[in-house]
């Protein structure tokens, strides 16, 4: 992972990973050509982390941006890139975790991931898609002690270097802590200045789980999230103090906080200056004020609720506390 000057950090499978990524989310329909040429143009600009997933249709894009980067020359090797792809909920099934990994390889025309991840800790039908999730009768609890299994035997085989976690609770983590032989190196969740993790930040840490903040900019522009972040006076009045943007001291919290990020646009600038957060911090002062600003999730995943489905409320899929 040379010629970036993104820091990195080591996962407890002893694999490094660069602080900073790329996701790939948007809207979930066949990536497109813009998405590769953003994707490429990030490598060309020194991003070394790309995350995407099964269910965001961009595992293509994401693989063909990588082969034009090798013969481009931007990288050296595939091995300088950390990639992580996710298993989708239909595909969480113990019978069926190999297969799901295999054809994200074959998407991203890879010999292996970075990093798997469970994406969320709910099983779907097999074969829902993103258009059935309003369908609660697709709705199943997770094995998890069976589908954790076949993830640890996915690392083994060296289809993947580590695994991990995404919108799991502590509560959730500490059951498949209970019987796992390889712990999650990585928790990917919503986090940002208005929604903090504390608590799950805490827990994950004290496991040797890197949390993986999503949406730190709080997904402005899709249709859960909201202006909470880049509209916020604090945010705001600090960014025009310091001559940087509501983005860059957003990020930039993220990261002081200990934890890794996925940052997500395609804008050939923004890309550059969601780039620019390592070589200066936030004074006390600042932190105190951001550490007060009001809390509320924006991805709240209120599809995987039913009366009669594994989850009967947002409490109990959160474990937050009704």
Known sequence: MENSDVPVITLSSGKAMPVLGLGTA???TKGSEREKLAILKAIEVGYRHFDT???YQ???SVGEAIAEALQLGFIGSRD?????SKLWCSDAHPDRVLAALQNSLRNLKLQYLDLYLIHYPISLKPGTTVKDLGNKDNLLPMDYKSVWAAMEECQKLGLTKSIGVSNFSYKKIQELMSFANIPPAVNQVEMNPTWQQKNLREYCKAKNILVTAYSPLGAKGTSWGSNAVMGSEVLNQIAQARGKSVAQISLRWVYEQGVS????????ERIKENLEIFDWELTPEELKKIGELPQCRMAIAKFFVSDDGPFKSLEEFWDDKA
């Open 26 to 28: 948007e809207t979930f």
């Open 261 to 268: 990020l996925v940052v997500k646009s395609f804008n050939e």
């Open 80 to 84: 300088e890139l950390f990639i992580t």
């Open 58 to 60: 961009t595992e293509e």
């Open 53 to 55: 997933a099964f269910i």
